[in-house]
C-alpha cells in the first residue's frame, strides 16, 4: 500500500507502518534527485531511523507524511554536502575565480550565456538536464553546496538560513550568487554539450 | 556610465539577489533596464529560474517522474524488507 496524496489527512499511524504507508512515496522522491537507487534506498532508510528517534518530538503539526519528506529533504541536503566521491572545487576561492572569469576586466561577458532551450518550461523536466544539475551541485564547495540546497531544495528563506547557519544574510546573498554562477557555467559545459 | 547603467557582472549578482530579498527600487530599475538592453542577460535570468524549477520540481507527484510512470516506480522487495527490520529493531 502506498499514499500518494500529498494533502491526505494522516491520522499518525504508528511507525511500524511507515515503510508499507510511505515507503515508495519516500523512494520516488529520493530518487529523482539522487539517480542511483542504492543511494536513494540508502537515503530513504537513513530518514525512517532518523524519524524513529525525532518522533517524540513530533508535534502534530502537519501530517506524518510531510514530516517524513522534511526529514528526507535534509538527509539529501546532507548527502550533497558531504558528497565525497566527487571532484569539489577546493574552495570558495576558486567559485569566485570562475566568476571573475566569466567576466571581462570591464564586467562584460567572455562568453556569453546560451539559450538553454527554445522552450524554457521544458528544461527542467529533461531527465539529463536534472541529472546533471544534481551532479553539478556536487561539484560545489561543501558551504556553497549547503546553502544553495537550504535555499532552493529545502526551500528555506535567507533569513532562517542566517540564523541556522549563523552568517549574515548579505553573506548568504553572496554565497547563493556564487553557487548559481558556479551551476549554470557547469550545465553550460556538461549539459549543453551532451545535448547537442 | 550613468548611475542606474550597469555592467553584466553587476547585473549577474543582482538578479541572484533578486531571487533571495526584494531589490531597492534602484536597484530594480537597473536591473530592467540593463536586461531591456542585453539579452545575454536575459538568458542567465532564464537560466537561474531553470535551476530553481529544477531544484523545486516534484516529481513525485506528477504522472510521470523522469520520463517513467510513477506506478513503475517502487521500492525493491528486499530494500523494504530490510527497512521494516532496521524500524522493527529501533522499536523493540
Known amino acids: 500500500m502506498d499514499s500518494d496524496s500529498p494533502n491526505r489527512a494522516d491520522p499518525a499511524p504508528s511507525p511500524d507502518q511507515w515503510v508499507d504507508l510511505y515507503g515508495n512515496y519516500m523512494y520516488r522522491y529520493a530518487l529523482a534527485r539522487l539517480s542511483d537507487p542504492e543511494v536513494a534506498q540508502d537515503i530513504v532508510q537513513e530518514a525512517l531511523v532518523g524519524a524513529i528517534h525525532a518522533f517524540k518530538r513530533f508535534e502534530g503539526k502537519s501530517s506524518i507524511k510531510t514530516w517524513l519528506i522534511a526529514i528526507l529533504k535534509r538527509k539529501i541536503v546532507d548527502y550533497f554536502r558531504q558528497a565525497k566521491n566527487h571532484q569539489r572545487m577546493d574552495s570558495i576561492e576558486s567559485a569566485v575565480n570562475g566568476i571573475e572569469r566569466t567576466f571581462d576586466d570591464s564586467g562584460h561577458w567572455v562568453t556569453k550565456p546560451n539559450d538553454w532551450t527554445v522552450n524554457p518550461g521544458k528544461a527542467y523536466e529533461q531527465r539529463e538536464f536534472i541529472d546533471i544539475l544534481y551532479q553539478c551541485i556536487t561539484k560545489l564547495p561543501e558551504r556553497l553546496a549547503e546553502i544553495f540546497m537550504l535555499r532552493e531544495f529545502e526551500e528555506l528563506s535567507t533569513e532562517q538560513i542566517c540564523h541556522r547557519l549563523e552568517i549574515t544574510e548579505s553573506n548568504c546573498w553572496v554565497m547563493l550568487y556564487r553557487a548559481r554562477m558556479q551551476l549554470r557555467s557547469c550545465l553550460e559545459i556538461n549539459w549543453l554539450s551532451d545535448s547537442k | ?92
Not at chain 2, 538578479?15 to 530594480?28: K, V
Not at chain 2, 537597473?30 to 538592453?37: A, K, L, N, S, T
Open chain 2, 1 to 92: 556610465m550613468a548611475r542606474w547603467m550597469i555592467n553584466c557582472k553587476e547585473h549577474s549578482r543582482l538578479t541572484s539577489e533578486r531571487m533571495d530579498h526584494a531589490l531597492s527600487f534602484w536597484d530594480l530599475l537597473r536591473v530592467r533596464i540593463h536586461q531591456w538592453v542585453c539579452p545575454p542577460c536575459n538568458q542567465l535570468r532564464h537560466q537561474f529560474d531553470a535551476i530553481r524549477k529544477a531544484c523545486r520540481l516534484l516529481p513525485t507527484d506528477s504522472d510521470d517522474t523522469r520520463g517513467i510512470k510513477k506506478d513503475a516506480i517502487v521500492m525493491p522487495e528486499d530494500a523494504s524488507q530490510r527497512m521494516k527490520s532496521a524500524l522493527k529493531e529501533l522499536l523493540k
